[in-house]
């Protein structure tokens, strides 16, 4: 169980319980302020969530579409079934044009299927650009939240890791150590041959990809270097270029808090002619992974509606507390604990769907109406049904359940059993539930008891 | 058959077959628009994007101005109100002095070169033609228009299909944008109708400088970008 002991871990580290705290609950003020001032929220919510639905139902169809249209306005499309697939072909499309370093903006697609280690494996040094991936990478550790990757870190930790990496003074000062950042990236930015960036939103009747930002490095990934590679996992297409504004509306506001991020980049192919600006070459790589299995059942299709804005994480009572890491996925949080088990198969992270107290706060932010509870309670379904079929805690369990549903429906029985048990003073081990919480001694009187013999002096008197 | 032919035959593939009605409830109507015509993409233009450009605001409401400039200080975008060109190009000399910035790049658009044309010699003035890449890096600002203003956000959105703009307006520390006034739209919406009509490879919508919260969620400006963005409102006299 890596989950249980990577989370003690997590709870026994004050500082990273502190920064966690800081963290989730200034973005948890800045979201609800943000939102504030949006009179119809409610309503921008029901209409994404049914666009994506919309989307979901005829993806086929969409992405056909919106391939068409990339690939006539000068892009080239591949389609990737699972990772390896993804990380060889930005691999060769890498090698083909001669590119050494690869400058990469935030995508999570491209650590989900490992990008990095793969093109190191092939020679090709990729950088990471935005200012939190950045230092993770420098760290050589895993980023802890969809939004701020590095959100673990204290200033004074990234100060004594600039001074080991860059070889800058140490400072505490966070204006210092962004632009020592900025400038040794400047270098990387100036030898790029190839920027790799994922995609936030793809247009169907365009063929136009949108990138959400604020600092910058996506515009620079995306308009410097020759050649640029946009992952997108096949979920992110939408239909029409004007259902743009009400994603707009949702993604920042939940994600940041802010109205807008610094830079929206909507690019449709490639320069039309050789004085414009931009890369010669647009290659959008269309990432499967264990997606098309979720259409399958609508409890698991609407994990697909994903803007991946980091609100359920920083609302989570888990995440909160624990943080990313512990999660031991790519994607932390409620809906990493959804995703996850979905891309990789149950086999991989089956424990996920438990880090989770089932209270809703997930659903309740979340700008595309996710049941997450929901999902979350289907594939522990999933798991018992595996479960069942081996070994004697299951058949135990389900005895157990099976025993405990014949006596709550009948009850003459439930109230016999129960007088058994006030008699003997015995109250069930239940396992792991019984392991971190004092389940109160039964009542010398039940309830029933004390009901009737109320009601009777009531009725006596 | 190529390896990512066969992959996008397998996607489809698994996309219907998991999508297939399960004896439950059958899939809605179809919104979709038969793919068996491709459309304009087949013809070669960019399909959905009619080429050519749209009008201004027939007459950007005051209201429309006052709120753009309100959120233009809210996200941090400085912002200059200047009535002709001859005052513009003061106004710019000005900006450009307070800041001080020497080396100057300018896009091709004709207002912005006729506006550089009038800096004195204090200024170098770089040509974007022959920019390199490390030319472009040693800039001190870029100096561009925007093709239209977001009201309800004080965003600049710019067009590659109307200037380049697209590198001298995000590398240099400063950016100076001039915007006609009555390229005010009012809401996110409006100017998304407006650049969908517009054949631009890249459209890039602006709100303020470059920024990151990524250490312990500190604002800092001018990251990758722009540290300052100043827009040059141009009142029409």
């Known amino acids: 169980?890596?989950?249980?002991?990577?989370?003690?871990?997590?709870?026994?580290?004050?500082?990273?319980?502190?920064?966690?705290?800081?963290?989730?609950?200034?973005?948890?003020?800045?979201?609800?302020?943000?939102?504030?001032?949006?009179?119809?929220?409610?309503?921008?919510?029901?209409?994404?969530?049914?666009?994506?639905?919309?989307?979901?139902?005829?993806?086929?169809?969409?992405?056909?579409?919106?391939?068409?249209?990339?690939?006539?306005?000068?892009?080239?499309?591949?389609?990737?079934?699972?990772?390896?697939?993804?990380?060889?072909?930005?691999?060769g499309i890498a090698e083909r044009r001669g590119a050494r370093t690869v400058v990469?903006?935030?995508?999570?697609?491209?650590?989900?299927?490992?990008?990095?280690?793969?093109?190191?494996?092939?020679?090709?040094?990729?950088?990471?650009?935005?200012?939190?991936?950045?230092?993770?990478?420098?760290?050589?550790?895993?980023?802890?939240?969809?939004?701020?990757?590095?959100?673990h870190k204290t200033k004074g930790q990234i100060a004594a890791l600039f001074a080991a990496k860059l070889g800058m003074e140490p400072s505490d000062d966070v204006t210092r150590l962004a632009a020592a950042a900025r400038q040794a990236l400047r270098r990387r930015f100036a030898?790029?041959?190839?920027?790799?960036?994922?995609?936030?939103?793809?247009?169907?009747?365009?063929?136009?990809?949108?990138?959400?930002?604020?600092?910058?490095?996506?515009?620079?990934?995306?308009?410097?270097?020759r050649t640029h590679v946009a992952l997108m996992g096949i979920e992110k297409v939408i239909p029409r270029f004007a259902d743009l504004e009400v994603f707009l509306r949702l993604l920042p506001r939940s994600g940041t808090g802010q109205a807008l991020t610094a830079y929206q980049s909507l690019l449709t192919g490639t320069k039309r002619q050789p004085v414009d600006e931009g890369p010669e070459e647009l290659h959008i790589v269309l990432l499967d992974n264990g997606r098309s299995r979720?259409?399958?059942?609508?409890?698991?299709?609407?994990?697909?509606?994903?803007?991946?804005?980091?609100?359920?994480?920083?609302?989570?009572?888990?995440?909160?507390?624990?943080?990313?890491?512990?999660?031991?996925?790519?994607?932390?949080?409620?809906?990493?604990?959804?995703?996850?088990?979905?891309?990789?198969?149950?086999?991989?992270?089956?424990?996920?769907?438990?880090?989770?107290?089932?209270?809703?706060?997930?659903?309740?932010?979340?700008?595309?109406?996710?049941?997450?509870?929901?999902?979350?309670?289907?594939?522990?379904?999933?798991?018992?049904?595996?479960?069942?079929?081996?070994?004697?805690?299951a058949l135990l369990e389900r005895l157990a359940f099976s025993a405990y549903a014949a006596v709550m429906a009948r009850p003459r029985l439930f109230e016999w059993v129960m007088g058994c048990a006030r008699a003997v003073h015995i109250v069930p081990p239940l396992g792991a539930w019984t392991k971190w919480r004092d389940l109160r001694p039964l009542a010398p009187r039940s309830f029933r008891d004390e009901w009737r013999a109320g009601l009777h002096e009531t009725e006596g008197s | 058959m190529?390896?990512?032919?066969?992959?996008?035959?397998?996607?489809?593939?698994?996309?219907?077959?998991?999508?297939?009605?399960?004896?439950?409830a059958p899939r809605s109507a179809e919104p979709v628009q038969s793919t068996a015509d491709p459309g304009p993409a087949a013809r070669g233009s960019p399909p959905g994007l009619r080429p050519g450009s749209v009008g201004p605001v027939e007459r950007a409401s005051p209201d429309a101005v006052t709120r753009f400039k309100a959120q233009l200080a809210a996200v941090g975008a400085q912002c200059t109100l200047a009535c002709g060109e001859p005052d513009a190009a003061r106004a710019l000399a000005r900006i450009l002095t307070d800041a001080g910035a020497r080396r100057v790049v300018g896009s091709d658009a004709p207002l912005v070169q006729r506006l550089l044309s009038t800096l004195g010699h204090d200024f170098?003035?770089?040509?974007?033609?022959?920019?390199?890449?490390?030319?472009?890096?040693?800039?001190?600002?870029?100096?561009?228009?925007?093709?239209?203003?977001?009201?309800?956000?004080?965003?600049?959105?710019?067009?590659?299909?109307?200037?380049?703009?697209?590198?001298?307006?995000?590398?240099?520390?400063?950016h100076v944008a001039v915007l006609s006034t009555r390229c005010i739209c009012e809401s996110l919406g409006d100017a998304l109708d407006r650049v969908r009509q517009a054949a631009s490879h890249?459209?890039?919508?602006?709100?303020?400088?470059?920024?990151?919260?990524?250490?312990?969620?500190?604002?800092?400006?001018?990251?990758?970008?722009?540290?300052?963005?100043?827009?040059?409102?141009?009142e029409d006299v």
Not at chain 1, 63 to 89: K, S
Not at chain 1, 118 to 141: N, S
Not at chain 1, 198 to 222: C, Q
Request: proline share 4%; hydrophobic share 45%; aromatic share 4%.
């Open chain 1, 294 to 393: 979720m259409l399958a059942s609508p409890v698991t299709r609407q994990t697909l509606a994903c803007i991946r804005c980091g609100a359920c994480l920083n609302a989570c009572p888990v995440y909160r507390q624990i943080g990313g890491h512990a999660y031991g996925s790519v994607y932390p949080g409620p809906i990493g604990a959804v995703l996850t088990p979905q891309l990789l198969g149950m086999g991989e992270s089956a424990e996920l769907p438990y880090a989770s107290s089932l209270c809703g706060a997930c659903r309740d932010v979340c700008p595309v109406k996710i049941d997450i509870p929901a999902v979350l309670l289907h594939l522990r379904a999933q798991t018992v049904a595996r479960r069942a079929s081996i070994g004697t805690r």
């Open chain 2, 124 to 174: 170098v003035r770089e040509s974007l033609d022959r920019l390199s890449r490390d030319d472009l890096f040693a800039c001190e600002a870029g100096v561009t228009t925007a093709q239209w203003g977001i009201a309800e956000t004080g965003t600049l959105v710019l067009e590659s299909a109307r200037e380049r703009s697209r590198l001298l307006s995000l590398v240099p520390p400063i």
């Open chain 1, 1 to 91: 169980m890596s989950f249980d002991r990577d989370a003690r871990t997590a709870l026994a580290d004050g500082q990273l319980r502190g920064a966690l705290r800081h963290a989730t609950t200034l973005f948890g003020e800045r979201r609800r302020a943000a939102i504030a001032d949006v009179p119809d929220w409610e309503d921008a919510r029901d209409r994404a969530r049914a666009i994506k639905d919309e989307t979901l139902l005829h993806l086929d169809r969409y992405l056909e579409q919106f391939v068409a249209n990339a690939e006539g306005a000068g892009a080239r499309v591949h389609w990737a079934r699972d990772a390896a697939q993804a990380c060889d072909i930005i691999a």
């Open chain 2, 2 to 24: 190529t390896d990512s032919d066969a992959a996008r035959r397998d996607i489809l593939r698994a996309i219907r077959e998991n999508l297939k009605p399960r004896g439950i």
């Open chain 1, 104 to 151: 990469k903006s935030k995508s999570m697609a491209s650590e989900e299927i490992r990008l990095n280690a793969a093109l190191a494996a092939r020679g090709i040094a990729a950088v990471e650009t935005d200012l939190g991936e950045y230092i993770v990478q420098l760290a050589g550790e895993e980023p802890s939240h969809i939004v701020v990757p590095a959100i």
């Open chain 1, 191 to 225: 030898e790029a041959d190839l920027g790799v960036s994922g995609v936030n939103f793809a247009v169907a009747e365009t063929g136009t990809i949108l990138i959400l930002e604020n600092e910058g490095n996506a515009r620079l990934t995306t308009s410097l270097p």
């Open chain 2, 202 to 234: 890249a459209i890039t919508f602006i709100t303020g400088p470059s920024r990151t919260s990524d250490i312990e969620l500190t604002l800092v400006v001018g990251v990758h970008g722009p540290q300052t963005v100043h827009v040059l409102l141009l």
